[in-house]
């Protein structure tokens, strides 16, 4: 399996991990998809969106594969009164990392990062280590700390 960026950045931190690879094609990229791949609760496995905010710029917000963002809620702990769901054509060159395979970790810029609260029930949760086809299994804890987020109500 590959060193991603994603991946380099927890080892440099001595941040404890595992990393769980599956086949995927273009129709099964989103989150539900991957957990029943790497049979995983849906609920444990999140995923890693981006928005931007009318007064904070980009957002990265991250939930559980199974819910929806709640726009609201998403303003609200982001500090702005509106907050839209980026063009899936912006992602590469606001984050480093393509629709699949995008990781909370790594991104080319430190943006405002909110995990969602309910991640705390898990002692460790999934997220992409930055491509296609590989998970890593991160503690919510440590992830918050190298994406220096913020625990957040918002689904």
Do not use: W
């Not at 981006?50 to 998403?74: C, H, M, Q, S, Y």
């Amino acid at each position: 399996m590959k060193k991603t960026n994603a991946v380099r950045i927890l080892d440099s931190n001595n941040i404890q991990y595992e990393l769980f690879e599956y086949e995927f094609n273009e129709d099964e990229i989103d989150a539900v998809s991957v957990a029943n791949k790497i049979s995983a609760p849906h609920d444990q496995v999140f995923k890693t969106l981006v928005a931007t905010g009318d007064k904070t710029g980009t957002v990265v917000f991250v939930i559980p594969g199974n819910e929806e963002l709640n726009l609201k809620k998403a303003a609200t702990a982001s500090g702005n009164k509106k907050i839209e769901m980026i063009k899936v054509k912006d992602l590469l060159s606001l984050t480093g990392y393509i629709r699949g395979g995008c990781s909370p970790v790594g991104m080319t810029k430190k943006y405002p990062t909110y995990i969602e609260e309910t991640s705390q029930l898990f002692e460790k949760i999934y997220v992409s280590s930055g491509v296609r086809g590989i998970q890593m299994l991160v503690s919510p804890a440590e992830l918050t700390d190298v994406t220096e987020a913020v625990f957040s109500d918002l689904v």
